[in-house]
């Protein structure tokens, strides 16, 4: 409870800057970092904060959110058509990005979705890259087309479908040659046999560790070829990804699937949600607000401060909050996550306070209904030390324990209703009375 219910500009500044500074680390183009953090200031801005947690965490997890949005919020399968025709898959990219790996990859991918499969190398320039792709086809039991180098290559992928279509094969693909750079002919080799072969799918092979020049690369790519999505790999390193975001937001084509290594079995869908969580590297403070979310029921949140308010907070509700306190995980596992205080905290006093609780819970426990709805009936009535007795008794402590543990409770009863009042207080923040 921190008395802010709403996001501001002013509450959330430390917060942006920190989120700015996750996705210029993860190697987020610094364009689309500046284009991203004014579309969360827009949507952010006036947002309810969710009880329990800060301006701050709630910002990084409506980020969270929006940048799953971006990418795509769902898995977008491979294109598998279903006239009889083959679906042509088309891999272009920089020469090392991983295409001819890729291309091994994905049929493997069609192989345990039963779709029968065929590969084309129509990368004329290297005679070794014919031969990867042979080996990395045998690996799997996939056949390879091939014409040697001396080939035009649209008239080896004409020549390979041809092939394909008459053994009925279902997808096709396509591993084409690379460069270093963009150049003007790669341009036009990929632009023909796009036509040629009338690709289902162009996907662009992105190696993640490109960072920022994924940008201009996809640029490059979706203007002059067109593409229709985009395979990111070598995310098996400790690169956090920020080529996939700068890829969807140039392009607006999703990215399909990840690498994760050179084996072929080393391919996974692509899960936006999780990418995001990778990019913004805030794990700890996502998971707070979530469990926060899970547990934390507003209209609950602000009965309970009315309560604390007009001094009537009783036993009743001291349970309902400790026990989610303990939904959301130990209390020191929580105070863990909290960034910045992580590494403060004490951990006996932390013990000390969980056993308090645990024992607190077993006394309140043991009192009857009408005690937990009035904890004056403890202390004021002339019946209260009998009842105290008998409630130790029956909960298995000591009657010093029960009779700490009382005026502990009326302590903090006092506490928070002097605390609330200041929180909840006129409209400019000073307190009320
Ligand atoms: P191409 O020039 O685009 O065809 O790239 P290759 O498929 O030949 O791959 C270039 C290098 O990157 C090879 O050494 C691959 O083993 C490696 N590689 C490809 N994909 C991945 C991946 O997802 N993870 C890792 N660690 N290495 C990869
Ligand atoms: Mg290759």
Do not use: W
Not at 235 to 253: K, N, P
């Amino acid at each position: 409870m921190r008395g802010v219910d709403k996001i501001t500009e002013k509450n959330v500044t430390g917060a942006m800057k920190d989120v700015k500074r996750a996705l210029l680390d993860a190697d987020v183009n610094l364009r689309v970092v500046n284009a991203l953090l004014k579309q969360i200031k827009a949507r952010a801005v006036g947002a309810d904060v969710t009880p329990g947690v800060e301006p701050g965490q709630m910002l990084v997890k409506i980020m969270h959110e929006e940048l799953t949005k971006i990418m795509g919020s769902n898995q977008a399968p491979l294109a598998n058509r279903t006239d009889g025709e083959p679906t042509v898959v088309l891999l272009a990219g920089l020469q090392g990005a991983g295409k001819t790996t890729a291309a091994a990859k994905l049929a493997l991918y069609c192989l345990k979705e039963e779709r029968s499969v065929m590969m084309i190398a129509a990368d004329v320039y290297r005679p070794a890259a014919i031969d990867q792709l042979k080996t990395l086809g045998k690996s799997i039991e996939v056949d390879v087309f091939q014409m040697g180098t001396d080939v035009n290559p649209r008239e080896i992928v004409r020549k390979g479908l041809q092939e394909g279509k008459t053994r009925k094969i279902n997808t096709i693909i396509v591993d084409t040659a690379g460069r270093q750079v963009i150049d003007a002919k790669l341009m036009k080799e990929l632009k023909d046999i796009k036509s040629v072969s009338k690709a289902d799918e162009t996907l662009l092979v992105v190696d993640a560790m490109t960072g920022q020049e994924a940008a201009t690369l996809t640029r490059s790519f979706n203007d002059e070829v067109g593409i229709t999505g985009a395979i990111l790999t070598k995310l098996d390193g400790d690169t956090r990804g920020g080529a996939a975001l700068s890829v969807q937001q140039v392009s607006g084509s999703p990215i399909k699937f990840i690498g994760v290594g050179e084996k072929v079995q080393k391919l996974e869908p692509f899960y936006p949600e999780r990418m995001a969580s990778r990019i913004l590297g805030m794990g700890d403070v996502l998971t707070i607000v979530e469990k926060a979310q899970d547990v934390m029921d507003e209209a609950e949140a602000e009965k309970m401060t009315r309560k604390m308010m007009e001094n009537k907070f009783d036993f009743n509700d001291f349970l309902k909050q400790t026990k989610m306190l303990s939904q959301m995980g130990s209390l020191g596992g929580l105070m863990k996550m909290m960034p910045g205080i992580g590494g403060q905290i004490n951990e006996s006093k932390l013990k000390e306070a969980e056993v308090k609780l645990k024992v607190a819970d077993s006394i309140i426990k043991s009192m009857t209904k009408q005690e937990r709805g009035n904890p004056e009936l403890l202390y004021t009535a002339p019946s209260s030390r009998s009842r105290v007795e008998r409630i130790a008794n029956g909960s298995g402590r000591s009657l010093a324990q029960a009779k700490n543990m009382i005026s502990d409770f009326q302590k903090m009863r006092t506490m928070m209703q002097r605390m609330s009042k200041q929180m909840v207080g006129g409209p400019d923040g000073t307190p009320a009375e």
